[in-house]
């Protein structure tokens, strides 16, 4: 059975930093892109970065020079350090495990709120 299990998510203040992890079983995580995706109420699930087997990554413009998606094949987990947080970036995000078509799993998210 395959569990992608996130946790690091809570309530900050503008300017402040968390850090996501999701730790994946039941797949060989190494032959798996891995993503990280927010969705807000009312909108679309948005990719925010990704980072793929072969050790490129992808970030949305909107998180360019805040976010850092990060990987540990071994520990089979993925990270994404998010600083300088903005209350825009409040959402509930998702982890997505990517290996074609037909094997793409999601965990199931965890909320980052950005308040004063």
């Known amino acids: 059975q395959v569990q992608l299990v996130e946790s690091g998510g809570g309530l900050v203040q503008p300017g402040e930093s968390l850090r996501l992890s999701c730790a994946a079983s039941g797949i060989a995580f190494s032959i798996y892109d891995m993503g990280w995706l927010r969705q807000t109420p009312g909108k679309r699930r948005e990719l925010v970065a990704t980072?793929?087997?072969?050790?490129?990554?992808y970030y949305d413009d909107s998180v360019k020079g805040r976010f850092t998606i990060s990987r540990d094949n071994a520990k089979a987990t993925v990270y994404l350090q998010m600083n300088s947080l903005k209350p825009e970036d409040t959402a509930v995000y998702y982890c997505?495990?990517?290996?074609?078509?037909?094997?793409?799993?999601w965990g199931q998210g965890t909320q980052v709120t950005v308040s004063s």
């Open positions: 980072f793929t087997r072969a050790g490129t990554t």
């Open positions: 997505r495990a990517n290996r074609n078509a037909n094997n793409i799993y």
